[in-house]
């Protein structure tokens, strides 16, 4: 009865409906998707699994912004729909979205998550059920232009003052040569989920905390999370376009696959992009840790996607399948290879084809396995709030509308309220 209205609502909200032979009804749904490669690569694994097991699967992509796929998500979940089997969804989301999840461990055995990193495993664990497995992890990394770096006599920024630095010379060099596209470095700006992971990076790598600490305590408001936010916004219309204030991962992405920015920080699906072949910087690109403030450390921000079925599927056992299939070793050593994402299962990090892909699999390691989580753990249910109010907090102080200061002090108040009523 509800299939109509809620295709209707995700084909507004998608870039596109994909899926092949429409008059014969597919066993399953499964909604991956979009950034990147990211849903090509999941037609390839789907196509894969149909072969294997004769049975047919519609693919429905989904909005870049995790933060529209959210919604998405929850408008289809709440509505106890049975129209999605399964979904891909993000490290932030098991406390929000376990109560429309089927405990995998029941479908697929108490061992389903072996193997994966047991950190991830644990995040998609609550009370007791395994509501989703492990397929791709994440982490903030800074990539830059090893030709430029070359050229203009520097090595990879170490703190956020080099990097501002070697953005602003560079960029003024490549101007003065006559590239005025030239920018000094891009980031995802919007006021949405990436920049959550964004402002988390420069508050935690300046000694600033990490919002809110694993136990509940709001720590946001002290000197070095204003500071750390005070020097981003130092860098809109300097060396970062204004249109950062609007930019995810892809327009990021863009800007310098295009050649036209020093340095920018996304995830490490943009490293197989930037080298595939068309790529204005194939070759000419170094990945390193972010760097870190005057009195913290590199911080990368740990991401991740994880499938899930949803608890009003037809086919339950049909849909874990699909998903132990898709998660499994072979699917990801070949997401790894193709697409550069992290596999979740740790004896792929020595893989020599792996490595050979990807060489900073392997030379950022502890980049990957120390990665700072956003609080979604003990903030559950609230999550969507706290990160809601601290994006805008963010997007505030980077637009100028606020000051460091002004932020953390509001943002430490309306945490508070919600806090009261949620951890
Ligand atoms: C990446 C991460 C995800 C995060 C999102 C924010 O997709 O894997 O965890 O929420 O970026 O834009």
């Known amino acids: 009865m509800l299939k109509k209205p809620l295709i209707t609502a ?25 950034v990147g490669a990211e849903l090509t690569l999941c037609e390839e694994g789907v196509r894969a699994w149909e072969e294997r097991s004769g049975h047919r699967v519609d693919i429905v992509s989904t909005p870049n912004s995790a933060t529209e796929r959210l919604s998405l998500y929850q408008q289809i979940l709440s509505a106890n729909s049975s129209d999605i089997d399964v979904f891909q969804i993000d490290v932030i989301w098991p406390g929000l979205l376990s109560n429309h999840l089927l405990d995998l ?38 990539y830059y232009r090893q030709d430029l770096l070359e050229q203009y006599g520097f090595e990879a920024p170490e703190t956020w003052q080099q990097l501002t630095e070697i953005a602003r010379e560079i960029q003024e060099a490549e101007r003065a040569a006559g590239n005025e596209r030239m920018h000094g470095f891009v980031f995802q700006g919007r006021a949405y989920e990436g920049l959550t992971v964004n402002a988390l990076e420069w508050v935690a790598s300046h000694g600033g905390g990490s919002l809110v600490e694993p136990d509940g305590e709001i720590s946001i408001n002290n ?52 080298q595939s072949e068309g790529s204005a910087v194939r070759d000419k690109v170094g ?33 874990a399948d699909l998903v132990a299939f898709l998660t499994g070793e072979a699917e990801q050593k070949r997401r790894a290879i193709a697409g550069a994402y992290n596999p979740t299962l740790e ?56 000051s460091g200061e002004q932020a ?13 009523r949620n951890w």
């Open 10 to 34: 995700i084909a507004l909200g998608c870039a596109a409906l994909a899926g092949t032979g429409q008059a014969q009804a597919a066993d399953l749904t499964i909604s991956c998707g979009a």
């Open 105 to 142: 461990a029941e479908v697929l055995g108490e061992d389903a998550g072996e193997g994966h990193f047991p950190a991830i495993v644990e995040n998609n664990t609550v009370e007791g059920r395994l509501v989703a497995l492990p397929w791709f992890t994440d982490a903030g990394v800074l």
């Open 223 to 274: 000197d070095r999370a204003a500071a750390a936010l005070d020097l981003a916004a130092s860098w809109i219309g300097e060396i970062a376009p204004n249109g950062v204030l609007n930019y995810t991962e892809e327009e990021a992405r863009g800007v310098f696959q295009g050649g036209n920015a020093v340095f920018m920080r996304n995830w490490p699906y943009a490293w197989a992009l930037a």
């Open 287 to 319: 990945v390193s840790p972010l760097p870190a403030g005057p009195e913290g450390q590199s911080a990368a921000g740990l991401g991740g996607w994880n499938l899930a079925v949803s608890r009003y599927s037809e086919n339950p056992e049909l849909a």
């Open 347 to 402: 004896a792929l990090y020595q893989d020599d084809e792996v490595l050979e892909a990807v060489p900073f699999f392997g030379t950022l390691y502890d980049t990957f396995v120390n990665a700072v989580a956003r609080p979604s753990a003990v903030t559950g249910d609230a999550y969507g709030r706290v990160s809601n109010a601290f994006f805008s907090a963010s997007h505030d102080v980077l637009s100028g509308n606020k």
């Open 408 to 420: 953390v002090a509001d943002l430490e108040r309306d945490l508070s309220r919600v806090k009261r």
